[in-house]
T-cell receptor
Framework: DGGITQSPKYLFRKEGQNVTLSCEQN?????MYWYRQDPGQGLRLIYY???????QKGDIAEGYSVSREKKESFPLTVTSAQKNPTAFYLC????????????????FGPGTRLLVL | EDQVTQSPEALRLQEGESSSLNCSYT??????LFWYRQDPGKGPEFLFT???AGEEKEKERLKATLTKKESFLHITAPKPEDSATYLC????????????FGDGTTLTVKP
């Protein structure tokens, strides 16, 4: 079955520690995204990548880093510089939409809940 | 800056009581409006994409409509299993791939 997987489901971070969230997709999508969701709120974009070896900052990139070395994978690192990391993190992927006027339906993984010890 | 506002924040319905959720948006050059359903602790599930004013999409008890300023998600004769948070998102302008999300409407359907 094609889809997006995220791991782990729950992650605990100690103060001053960097942690990495995994996101893998087998949908053959070019674009991938990371969002953060806080309780009762919508999704805020952290980083996105339209193609391998290229990525752009979203609206709340400070304290986060990403890499895109493979088409299928887009890991997110939450660094110690992110002072309020407790949240639900969602990864998504889409086609690049260039053949449909830039319209790209995003499909989401199951999410990772990050908690601070 | 693109803005998306969803109302109401929460909606409680009796089973069979039809209603509508609203998503109003302020963007420059709408390319697409998207509706998602999100169950607690899970990732959003895609429902509909709307591209131009006047367009409508239907799926079971749900119907999405789009005007130049807002979108409605109509729920006809809802069932308890329709209880979820419904998210609206827009893609606009030249920011390919960037979606702006509203805060969602949490729907509770009581039997």
């Amino acid at each position: 079955d094609g889809g997006i997987t995220q791991s782990p489901k729950y992650l605990f971070r100690k103060e001053g520690q960097n942690v990495t969230l995994s996101c893998e997709q087998n949908l053959n999508h070019d674009a991938m995204y990371w969002y953060r969701q806080d309780p009762g709120q919508g999704l805020r974009l952290i980083y996105y990548s339209q193609i391998v070896n290229d990525f752009q900052k979203g609206d709340i990139a400070e304290g986060y880093s990403v890499s895109r070395e493979k088409k299928e994978s887009f890991p997110l690192t939450v660094t110690s510089a992110q002072k309020n990391p407790t949240a639900f993190y969602l990864c998504a992927s889409s086609t690049n939409g260039r053949d449909r006027g830039g319209r790209e339906t995003q499909y989401f993984g199951p999410g990772t809940r990050l908690l601070v010890l | 800056e693109d803005q998306v506002t969803q109302s109401p924040e929460a909606l409680r319905l009796q089973e069979g009581e039809s209603s509508s959720l609203n998503c109003s948006y302020t963007v420059s050059g709408l390319r697409g409006l998207f509706w998602y359903r999100q169950d607690p602790g899970k990732g959003p599930e895609f429902l509909f994409t709307l591209y131009s004013a006047g367009e409508e999409k239907e799926k079971e008890r749900l119907k999405a409509t789009l005007t130049k300023k807002e979108s409605f998600l109509h729920i006809t004769a809802p069932k308890p299993e329709d209880s979820a948070t419904y998210l609206c998102a827009v893609q606009a302008g030249t920011n390919a791939g960037k979606s702006t999300f509203g805060d969602g409407t949490t729907l509770t359907v009581k039997p």
